[in-house]
């Protein structure tokens, strides 16, 4: 792990503060073992960070195992800064709250406001590591008769129960847990020292949320108010009942047809026998039913489809 600060003479150092190497003369806070400063030529290749001595560890022969808590060092580091301030600017983020409750109807109504929305304030008027019922606290911060806490967060060391929701206090909380990555990345371009960097985080950039606010329990009432009465209002308007659409079966059909029988067959003539016309000559047309001469005939009456000569001689030449 690289480490940011070290420790000489009960003071936190950034790297950039002291000599390179065993000049550095710093501690490590954690262990308090010897480190040495690690500052090459180009930061931008490696970050410069301090390292634990290994010539004092093998001297030792049997070192002491460092547990470096990178978030508990960084709190120290900036509470140490903010001892060294006369006053400071700090961003405090917005609070908006949202109530549901459902009307009768089983419907869903809303109500949303504001807490406080997001603003920049300048503190004069500020104390470090507060005690009494703040100890939790980092910085305790005056302004305008009112008091607004800063309490800096990270895996373990989360704000207490018995602070959130208070009636009579403004905390902000401020996660120092995404420090040690953006150590890693660090640019000395834009900053002058990682120091730098973390106060601007904690001030202006970092993550925070509001753990509790002088004003929430009133706007806590209004909105409950509020809601309430637009429950009522959506009790008094029923929902629009739709008219019923009857559900027919959709049912696929074959287009209408005539239920055909195949006609039977009809007894066929064979060639050579009589003309049903005239009964004289052999009928060879028209289904062997006519001669060619009643086709003729047929023909100069002006009938001249077969299925129409057909239709004729078997309504009115048959027995």
């Known amino acids: ?20 190497g065993r000049a550095c003369g710093c ?7 010897n ?6 030529p180009n930061p931008d290749k490696m970050i410069h960070h301090f390292a634990h001595d290994k010539k004092v560890k093998d001297e030792k022969g049997n070192p002491i195992e460092c547990k470096y808590s990178f978030c508990v060092v960084a709190r120290l580091v900036i509470k140490q800064c903010f001892k060294e301030l006369e006053q400071f600017e700090v961003h405090l983020p917005d609070w908006k709250s949202n109530l549901t409750k459902e009307d009768k109807y089983g419907r869903e109504v809303n109500v949303s406001g504001y807490v406080t929305k997001s603003q920049n304030l300048v503190i004069n008027n500020f104390e ?6 703040y100890s939790e606290l980092d910085i305790l911060c005056r302004i305008n008769g009112y008091e607004i806490g800063l309490h800096f ?6 704000i207490g129960h018995n602070y959130r929701r208070r009636h009579d206090a403004s905390i902000v909380s401020i996660d120092l847990e995404p420090l040690q990555a953006l150590y890693a990345r660090f640019e000395h371009k834009a900053h002058d020292s990682f120091k730098s960097f973390v106060m601007e985080y904690v001030l202006k950039t970092g993550n925070r949320y509001w753990v509790a606010h002088a004003r929430y329990a009133s ?5 409950k108010n509020r809601l309430r009465h637009l429950v009522e209002q959506s009790n008094q308007n029923p929902p629009m009942v739709k008219p019923k659409q009857t559900a027919v079966g959709v049912i696929k059909r074959k287009p209408y047809k005539h239920n055909l029988r195949k006609a039977e067959p009809e007894q066929m003539r064979k060639p050579g ?5 005239c009964r004289n000559n052999k009928a060879d047309y028209v289904d062997n ?7 003729q005939t047929f023909y100069r009456e002006g009938v001249f489809h077969t299925g129409s000569i057909k239709k004729i001689v078997m309504e009115t030449c048959l027995d």
């Open 27 to 33: 501690v490590c806070p954690s262990c308090k073992q």
């Open 219 to 223: 706007v806590h009432i209004k909105m």
């Open 273 to 277: 026998q009589k003309c049903l016309r």
């Open 1 to 20: 792990m690289l480490i940011p600060f070290g420790l000489k003479n009960g003071k936190y150092f950034d790297v950039g503060e002291v000599e390179r």
């Open 153 to 158: 967060n990270y895996s373990n060391r989360q």
């Open 289 to 295: 039913l006519i001669c060619a001469t009643c086709l």
């Open 128 to 133: 470090v590591e507060p005690s009494g019922h």
């Open 35 to 40: 480190l040495v400063a690690k500052k090459g």
